[in-house]
């Protein structure tokens, strides 16, 4: 077991038969002060071997965080995997999947909503638990992947990835703290979450209002950086999550009823209004838009996620 601050590490599977899961292990993260749970799934290149990961020397890796890692975890490490043999000069690279103890559902499912909602001015019930979430990532789940897990690693790259409410959650870590990754992928993301208001804190963040017309070199990045060291984004949706088409075996009331629950949503306008919001901001070196034609909500989870690691590994 390894702790940092008040988080504590425990193994919850060490390793899996190579037959079964082969380079992947699961461990359980507790807080014996605020009372949180969190498993956490890592995996790693097969031509690390599977033995223990902190075996592994003499590495260096991009690493993937996947918040909603119950539902994605996997899908983002076979990605990985499944690209690496039509594509031989991938870097190697390191999944780091958050997701919530299964045991409870109900707990499961309150920490994901608490975990991904932005705060607002207001208190809100239950408080948002966006900054704390951010708080843990950064300042011990990532120096614990780094120094215990895999402490022979040179790390390079970072990426982040949400879907739905997860993909609410990483425009709020993009916008709040732009330099903790390197690529933020938000797939099908919540925007209508009170009432679009994530859109006002995006246009105050890309500063476009005040920047106009003019290029990025007439302003000032601060000491240090340059357009090529500012974060990318990616915002992604379907075409049927605002506009669904009518299912073989629906009767019109249930395709009208469908309709009607997709609507508040706005998926497409929000999303294009957020890539609006963004494009040309000097607080940005990349902003993408990406449709997919065909897809509803769920199926663009895994799509976005297989093109966020094209985007994010080519680089």
Not at 225 to 250: C, N
Not at 267 to 287: A, P
């Amino acid at each position: 077991m390894a702790s940092i601050g008040n988080w504590s590490f425990i193994p919850l599977v060490s390793a899996f038969p190579t037959t079964v899961f082969p380079n992947i292990a699961l461990w359980n993260v507790t807080n014996a002060v605020t009372d949180l749970t969190y498993q956490i799934e890592i995996s790693w290149p097969f031509e690390w071997g599977s033995s223990p990961p902190e075996d592994v020397s003499n590495k260096t890796a991009l690493t993937m965080y996947v918040v909603d890692g119950n539902a994605l975890g996997m899908t983002a490490s076979e990605g990985f995997k499944r690209r690496k043999p039509v594509a031989s000069t991938q870097p190697d690279s390191v999944v780091v999947s958050i997701g919530y103890p299964l045991t409870d559902n109900v707990y499961a499912l309150n920490r994901r909503v608490t975990d991904f909602r932005p705060p607002l001015p207001t208190p809100q019930v239950p408080p948002s638990g966006a900054d704390p979430f951010i708080e843990f990532i950064d300042g011990a789940l990532r120096p614990w992947v780094r120094s215990t897990v895999f402490p022979g690693v040179s790390f390079m790259r970072d990426a982040l990835y949400g879907h739905s409410f997860g993909g609410l959650f990483v425009i709020y870590a993009l916008i709040s703290h732009p330099s903790m990754f390197d690529t933020f992928l938000s797939a099908s993301p919540a925007i209508t979450w009170n009432n679009g208001s994530i859109r006002d804190d995006v246009s105050s963040f890309s500063k476009l209002g005040n920047h106009g017309k003019k290029k990025c070199h007439d302003f000032k990045l601060g000491k240090g950086k340059s357009l090529t060291s500012q974060p990318a984004f990616v915002v992604s949706y379907g075409t049927l999550e605002q506009f669904p088409v009518k299912r073989r075996t629906e009767t019109e009331e249930e395709y009208e009823a469908r309709k009607a629950f997709y609507a508040p949503f706005k998926m497409t306008d929000y999303c294009k209004d957020l890539y609006r919001r963004l494009k040309g901001s000097c607080e940005l070196r990349d902003v993408v838009l990406k449709e997919y034609a065909g897809q509803d909500h769920s199926s663009v989870g895994a799509s976005a996620l297989n093109d966020g690691i094209e985007y994010f590994v080519d680089w």
